[in-house]
């Protein structure tokens, strides 16, 4: 009798895991194990449950007991290593880690889109990436997986002149250099020319040759004019701001503009004849340069990070450490590459840069990122209209984040090792529009006292995101408790942010565990803004320590955001969960007030693609565990999950 009580008890287990009720899994799968403790299944369930909640730890535990046992399979063994490399300080202190080359898209492959000289290269948020091809006047679309989508050759009614770079703009419109007719145009995708910048000459705002853009955020592009040897300055509606580069008492002048990149707002730009980079603030004024002497003809840059530049110097691709001033040099390409002319970084962090005599792009990864390959993640399966099984899968790179541009041919779906025909891909990671917002309000004795504060915030934020968001809203007191989530209004949502019992002892860690649980049963983008005053109270981590509550918001794609109202009073525990979990802290008074968080919360970017199918299996009346194996592969990276679901009894 203890095998059938255990088998209900698993069942049950797997029921809840999939609606999100994780502590009651644990408690499912305990009782099954305590009947039955030598089922290695029901143990890698728990483990399941404990990371989804948060408790990565008693996860390992489990499953490094199945491995030590050899009931581990090798899909188990990778995500114990996968878990454990976050874990460890390793990631945190890794230096000069090894690139390889892992792809290259060749144009002199017949069977491939035949672009001629490669010369400029724009990464876009959703895997793919503009590639500019100078003699065959063209730019390219290319996705994740290299597969050419659009080809744009100018406007309806005129082709481009030799196209340098291109600026995408938010996916509404681009910017395209255009070096033999000496100006800017401004395209729609739809291959509208909607306005020309510039025009042959060396006066204010005119351009001779221009070739590489930059943008700043703010409003206004940068292009480097190489036959001027300066750098202009230009609003999006084309209107000359300013220019820069000229020979001053501080600064020596250009004599070979080439590469323009822009970080936290200074200018980056390349001199090809000086073999070195200059910066500038973004009024054209010189600060100081980098990298003098240690380059040999540098062409397009990129920020890695807004530390880290990447240099395309000719036959050579640098990395340059701009606080160390350290120079690292990607020896794997120096065998393959005759002139490296830019570079970038795609969605996926990997390196993208450009040959231009041999009409190449080098794909390169870290070769980390190979040996652990895509963490794979079945994070709910729906069978609640079985045969019909919608199912949410996770795929993210070793580090956490996700893995952006697949598509449903990325994806091998089985059922006990059976495949699953026309499977669709209902949303991808970028495609789920729906955005949840849960408002969390710190109910501390010194909130009370800025009622206003927070009702302004409040109201704020309603308007802010009422067209584009649901609105839950939570109380962190002392026992936290869920106010409002349906029927919301701005006054109820006011009334139940500031109403309510405030105490000295209320609750940091209880607040953030009842936000996630209200949020990871749902689908789409979720998130959660922290109204507070910037402290985490007397004691905030009496059930739950500060690792254990990063770990259920990263495991459950849920981002930390936090506004706050005493700007010298931020905790640095809060500026860690947002910073570790993709969120921003947005101090109240701040002038540009809350539409920079509105912007970053609607770009935020989840982990899960969602698919629907009819099950192949049979299950003996909702009786039959069902596995479900699921692979993915990008390029020479693959990962692999296998999970399972009960289809609904049948009396």
Not at 26 to 40: G, H, N, Y
Not at 291 to 312: H, M, R, V, Y
Not at 409 to 426: A, G, M, P, Q
Request: with cysteine; proline share 3%.
């Amino acid at each position: 009798m203890d095998e059938v009580y255990a088998e209900e008890d698993f069942r049950w287990g797997v029921i809840a895991f999939h609606n999100g009720f994780y502590n009651n899994a644990i408690l499912s799968f305990e009782k099954a194990l305590s009947l039955s403790p030598d089922s290695a299944l029901t143990r890698t369930w728990l483990g399941r449950a404990f990371y989804k909640s948060g408790l990565e730890q008693l996860a390992l535990n489990e499953w490094n007991y199945i491995s030590t046992n050899n009931q581990a399979s090798s899909v188990l063994n990778s995500w114990i290593q996968s878990i454990n490399y976050r874990r460890s300080i390793v990631q945190e202190i890794e230096e000069d880690e090894r690139y390889i080359i892992i792809s290259e898209i060749d144009a002199n492959d017949e069977n491939y889109h035949q672009f001629r000289r490669p010369i400029s290269i724009e990464p876009t948020n959703d895997g793919s990436f503009f590639l500019v091809a100078f003699a065959s006047n063209e730019i390219l679309r290319i996705d994740a997986n290299h597969n050419v989508t659009n080809v744009y050759r100018g406007s309806l009614f005129q082709n481009f002149d030799h196209p340098y770079d291109v600026l995408n703009i938010d996916d509404e419109y681009m910017f395209v250099s255009e070096y033999l007719g000496n100006f800017i145009s401004k395209y729609t995708f739809n291959g509208i020319r909607l306005l020309t910048i510039g025009n042959t000459g060396s006066g204010a705002g005119e351009l001779l040759g221009p070739q590489y853009l930059a943008q700043d955020g703010k409003g206004y592009i940068y292009v480097t004019d190489y036959g001027n040897k300066r750098v202009n300055k230009y609003d999006y509606d084309g209107n000359f701001i300013l220019s820069f580069g000229r020979r001053t008492s501080f600064f020596p002048g250009f004599t070979e503009p080439t590469g323009i990149a822009i970080s936290n707002d200074m200018i980056y730009v390349a001199d090809r004849q000086k073999k070195a980079i200059f910066i500038f603030d973004l009024s054209g004024n010189y600060i100081r340069s980098i990298a003098d002497g240690e380059l040999i003809a540098p062409e397009g840059i990129f920020f890695k990070d807004s530390n880290t530049i990447l240099i395309a110097d000719t036959e050579r691709l640098i990395e340059f450490n701009i606080e160390q001033e350290t120079l690292y040099s990607f020896e794997d390409l120096e065998n393959y590459a005759e002139r490296l002319i830019n570079v970038g970084v795609d969605s996926n962090n990997n390196i993208l840069t450009i040959d231009f005599d041999q009409n190449k792009v080098f794909l390169l990864a870290e070769m980390s990122n190979l040996y652990t390959g895509l963490f794979v993640q079945t994070e709910r399966i729906s069978a609640n209209n079985y045969p019909e099984i919608v199912i949410d899968v996770s795929v993210t790179d070793k580090d956490g984040s996700p893995i952006v541009g697949l598509k449903a041919d990325n994806f091998y779906i089985t059922e006990n090792h059976n495949s699953v025909r026309d499977y669709e891909l209902l949303l991808t990671n970028q495609s789920a529009t729906q955005l949840t917002i849960l408002i969390l309000v710190e109910k501390s004795l010194s909130a009370m006292s800025n009622k206003a504060q927070i009702e302004e915030a409040v109201e704020d934020i309603f308007n802010i995101f009422n067209e584009d968001a649901r609105i839950i809203l939570v109380s962190a007191g002392e026992t936290p408790a869920v106010e409002l989530k349906e029927n919301i209004s701005r006054l109820r949502l006011v009334d139940a942010a500031t109403d309510g019992n405030y105490s000295d002892n209320w609750r940091f860690d209880l607040g953030i565990r009842n936000s996630v649980s209200e949020l990871v049963a749902l689908r789409g983008r979720k998130s959660i803004i922290y109204i507070s005053q910037g402290g985490i109270g007397s004691n905030p981590y009496k059930d739950y320590d500060l690792l254990e509550i990063t770990q259920y918001l990263k495991n459950n794609s849920i981002d930390f955001n936090t506004i706050y109202f005493n700007q010298t009073n931020l905790h640095p525990d809060i500026s860690y969960l947002s910073d570790t979990t993709g969120g921003n802290s947005t101090f109240y008074f701040q002038i540009e007030g809350l539409n920079n968080l509105r912007s970053e919360l609607l770009s935020f970017i989840p982990s899960v693609y969602t698919f629907k199918y009819i099950s192949p299996s049979y299950s003996d009346f909702g009786r039959e565990y069902i596995p479900v194996e699921i692979e993915v592969n990008l390029m020479n990276r693959s990962g692999r999950d296998e999970c399972g679901y009960f289809a609904p009894l049948e009396y």
